[in-house]
């Protein structure tokens, strides 16, 4: 109130910095990886990926985020069928390896973990200060696409 702010200023600065998806980072370190020999596996099956699109684990038409932790390799099927539906708690039960396993493979560097884990701890809930851990941000990302689906009513795959 006292800097008599108008609605409107307060909706633009509320509104989502992401509006398109932006997968050019992990298909880069994907094609990095492979290039080094390393196989890359779907999150959702481990198969080995030679044709992949990059999934956005929480949708982005409900939830537009391009941060490290919500974009996932999986096979280019697998995405078509997923389409804009959440990983139901069983299939993420299933993955869970294969998700921390990804991100452990993919994001070693210093510079690379600390904003994986920045990213995660500004938009995933109950992530501690300076949390470092894997399993614990998969936990977040859990608890994260129960919030989606019982807020916005999107569907399970």
């Not at 932790?69 to 869970?96: G, I, M």
């Not at 884990?117 to 109950?126: G, V």
């Amino acid at each position: 109130m006292q800097r008599q702010l108008t609605l409107e200023t307060y909706h633009n600065n509320l509104r989502w910095f992401e509006r398109q998806h932006d997968t050019a980072k992990v298909r880069k370190k994907v094609e990095q990886l492979k290039a080094t020999g390393v196989s890359v596996c779907s999150v959702w099956s481990g198969t080995k990926l030679y044709h992949y699109d990059i999934d956005h684990c929480l949708p982005f038409s409900y939830w537009p985020n391009n941060d490290l932790w919500n974009l996932l390799p999986a096979s280019s099927q697998e995405n078509r069928v997923k389409r804009d539906r959440l990983p139901s708690q069983s299939r993420l039960a299933t993955s869970r390896s294969l998700i921390t396993d990804w991100w452990q493979q993919a994001w070693q560097t210093a510079q690379e973990q600390q904003r994986f884990f920045t990213e995660a701890a500004l938009s995933l809930p109950n992530i501690r200060s300076g949390c470092r851990d894997f399993d614990e941000i998969f936990h977040a990302l859990q608890l994260q696409v129960v919030g989606v689906k019982h807020r916005m009513q999107v569907a399970e795959w």
